[in-house]
T-cell receptor, first 111, second 112 residues
Framework: SQQGEEDPQALSIQEGENATMNCSYKTSINNLQWYRQNSGRGLVHLILIRSNEREKHSGRLRVTLDTSKKSSSLLITASRAADTASYFCATDASGTYKYIFGTGTRLKVLA | EADIYQTPRYLVIGTGKKITLECSQTMGHDKMYWYQQDPGMELHLIHYSYGVNSTEKGDLSSESTVSRIRTEHFPLTLESARPSHTSQYLC???????????FGSGTRLTVV
């Protein structure tokens, strides 16, 4: 069974709007990461949040982590057409340090 | 730009052929990984290595094999390719256990 599941599966917004994606997981974790994948390419690491952290920022990205609900959210503010991509969360079950990826959210930002 | 390279970028081969997908990184990372991804789907870990001469199978059963003779090189081999092996194969490395991954651009394999 997969560790992480993203929600929604697909999201379409206008340029300038904010985009929020959610990730839920099943077991205790050490870390949670978010990645971006442009069509047919490799993944690009966006941000890592540790289990003892609740919120992290990086530029227009804001990630929150709620370990009691086993969930995380990725917020992209003031979206741009270049943000169009698939976004994946990855979690490592405690004690393993092997990351398991979810199915991803496909974000489309319309110019 | 990522310092991890995968070749070839695209490969179309016939059933029964032996193939090796190359992955090299110049960052000196000990940890390396192979993931398999079908279009629009999640990534599945098929092999990983925590250092030279150390390889482990991942969570998804795979008929492929890997080797880690040098830190920078982590090739994946299919002894006899089948149409069910058609997929994208992504290689990644990380500096430390639990750290962020650097991914290659992937090899898209089609077995006909």
């Amino acid at each position: 069974s997969q560790q992480g599941e993203e929600d929604p599966q697909a999201l379409s917004i206008q340029e300038g709007e904010n985009a929020t994606m959610n990730c839920s997981y099943k077991t205790s974790i050490n870390n949670l990461q978010w990645y971006r994948q442009n069509s047919g390419r490799g993944l690009v690491h966006l941000i890592l949040i540790r289990s003892n952290e609740r919120e992290k920022h990086s530029g227009r990205l804001r990630v929150t982590l709620d370990t009691s609900k086993k969930s995380s959210s990725l917020l992209i503010t003031a979206s741009r057409a270049a943000d169009t991509a698939s976004y994946f969360c990855a979690t490592d079950a405690s004690g393993t340090y092997k990351y398991i990826f979810g199915t991803g959210t496909r974000l489309k930002v319309l110019a | 730009e990522a310092d991890i390279y995968q070749t070839p970028r695209y490969l179309v081969i016939g059933t029964g052929k032996k193939i090796t997908l190359e992955c090299s990184q110049t960052m000196g990372h000990d940890k390396m990984y192979w993931y398999q991804q079908d279009p629009g789907m999640e990534l599945h870990l098929i092999h990983y290595s925590y250092g030279v001469n150390s390889t482990e199978k991942g969570d998804l059963s795979s008929e492929s094999t890997v080797s880690r003779i040098r830190t920078e090189h982590f090739p994946l081999t299919l002894e006899s390719a089948r149409p069910s092996h058609t997929s994208q194969y992504l290689c990644a490395s990380s500096e430390y256990t639990g750290g962020g991954y650097t991914f290659g651009s992937g090899t898209r394999l089609t077995v006909v």
